[in-house]
Every structure is written in C-alpha cells, then in structure tokens.
C-alpha cells in the first residue's frame, strides 16, 4: 500500500516532464496501462470466461469514461494550480462520495461526517483565496481548482459504479476501464506530437506500466489484506509525496494560507475516511 501511494504521488512530475498533450498522455497511459493489465490479467488467470458477465463489462467501461475523464481534469490542474495544490484539491473524493450516496443510495451523513466537511470547505476556502505564487499561472489558479474537484467528484462517480461490480476481480475492472479510455481518446490524441525521443518516451511509459499497472496490482493486493482503517491512514501518503516532488522537483513554494487550507482538506479527508469522532462524541464512544 505504501509502494503504491508512493508512486500515485509521482505521476504528477511524469505528466508534466512528457511535454505531451494531455489527450495524448492520457491515451498512452491507457494504451500501456492496457498492454500491463491484460498480462498481469492472465498471469493471475483472470481472462478466464464466466468471470464477469456483458452487464458487469458495460458498468465497468462506463466507470472507466469516469476514470478516464478524472485523469484527464487532474493532469490538466497541474500546470494551472500547481501540482501540491491539485492533489490536495483531489483529495476531497471522499466528500464528494458521501454526497453521491446521499443523492444516489439514500446514505445519511453522521453529524461527525458533516463536520470533516465543514473542515474540508473551510480549507477550500483557504486555498482558493491564497495567491497563487506557488506554481500555478496567476490568471488560471481558481480555474486549476476547479479542475481538481472536478476530478474529484468524477472519481467518486467510478467508485459509485464500482458498487455494483461486488464480487468481480478489480485487476479485470481496471483493465476493463483502460481498455475503453483508449477508445475514448483516440479520436484526440494527436499523432503529430509523438515524443521524439526514447526519454520522452519513457516518461509516457512509466505513466502506463507503473502509475497504472503496476500501481493499480500493488493497491489491489494491498486492499485484500489490510484493515480498512490501515489502507485508509496509509492512502495519505500519495498527497504527502505529490507535495514533496512538486518542492523538490519544481521548487513551487506554497503561502502559509495554502498550507493551512491543505492540512485543513487532508485532516478533513483522514477525519472522514478513518471514521474519527469529535470531541464529546469521541469521549463517549471511548467510555462506552
């Protein structure tokens, strides 16, 4: 789980040192990603039939335009808000996914749940009232976080469409959601502005092979064997690492508001995703 947050917290300087397109770097990483999971697919003895059936395929194609369309407004955050400020941003996915099963499950928040997102807007509003001197292009920051929730909130569309595959092999699902991300960007991606070197290629396959392949057999394996609490604290390590590379590798400095708005999203995020109880209400639970 570690390894794989790890390596989620590094696409960020992959996108941005392939100097591709965003369509064409997308498409890559689903066209690699695709090639990756359909051996990793087949060396667990997953493409065997009967596994999943046409209805199972179709949910998991239409979680993979989700998918695919949340890369998308993600990597497009990067060079508008920066890229510490983007995962941040990102990493309100489990908000927007209590608000989807309210809406579309008929979920009921706990008052604890509804104050984490209390907390996360009051962080929201820490950061887009920053200035953004800290990588992002002063004119398109607000736009930047946009983006990023966004992707947020299309992600947790996929995970709401990952309800209803209970019981299918994830490796196949995600194979299944790379798979229809390169028929949905081919039409886009413009072969005319091919990397030109075995560098530039590089970046792009590493995108593919180990930010979705390899990433994705890591997390998967690591979900079938740790507590849900674990895989929850240990999943904060992606927004940890992707501000450390956008320092060390950019040297995008953040305002104290932006850090403050920051801790604020993450301490929320963690808060909600561990299922932390606030003051009296924790006492209490502890008593009991």
């Known amino acids: 789980m570690s390894a794989a947050m790890a390596i989620s917290g590094t696409i960020g300087l992959f996108v941005v040192m392939s100097k591709q397109p965003l369509a064409n770097v997308v498409f890559w990483r689903c066209a690699f990603g695709t090639v990756t999971l359909l051996l990793i697919c087949a060396a667990f003895g997953l493409l065997r039939p009967g596994l999943i ?63 984490w997102l209390v907390l996360a807007f009051v962080g929201m509003l820490a950061i887009v009232e920053a200035r953004p001197e800290s ?32 019981g299918v092999p994830p490796h196949l699902i995600a194979l299944i959601q790379v798979a229809a991300g390169i028929g949905m960007l081919a039409p886009f991606a413009d072969v005319a502005a091919l990397p030109g070197t075995a560098i530039d ?36 390590i992606y927004p940890i690492v992707a501000i450390l590379v956008d320092r060390l590798a950019f040297g995008h400095h953040l305002a104290v508001m932006q850090w403050l708005g920051i801790a604020a999203i993450l301490l929320a995020a963690a808060g909600s995703t561990l299922g932390w109880r606030i003051g009296a209400g924790k006492a209490a639970e502890g008593a009991a």
Do not use: D
């Open 53 to 115: 059936t046409g209805r199972q395929i179709a949910l998991a194609a239409l979680g993979g335009v989700a998918i695919v369309a949340n890369w998308l407004f993600l990597f497009a955050a990067y060079p508008l808000a920066s890229i510490a400020i983007a995962t941040a941003v990102y990493n309100t996915q489990p908000f927007m996914l209590a608000a989807l099963g309210i809406v579309v499950i008929n979920e009921r928040p706990s008052i604890a749940k509804l104050a």
């Open 201 to 236: 290629w590089l970046w792009l396959v590493a995108i593919g092979v180990v930010h979705t392949g390899v990433m994705y057999c890591l997390l998967y394996g690591a979900i079938q064997k740790l507590p849900t609490s674990l895989t929850g604290a240990l999943s904060f």
């Open 135 to 166: 990588g992002g292009e002063a004119g398109n920051y607000t736009l930047g976080i946009i983006f990023a929730l966004t992707a947020a909130f299309l992600y947790a569309l996929a995970a709401i469409v990952a309800k209803a595959l209970n």
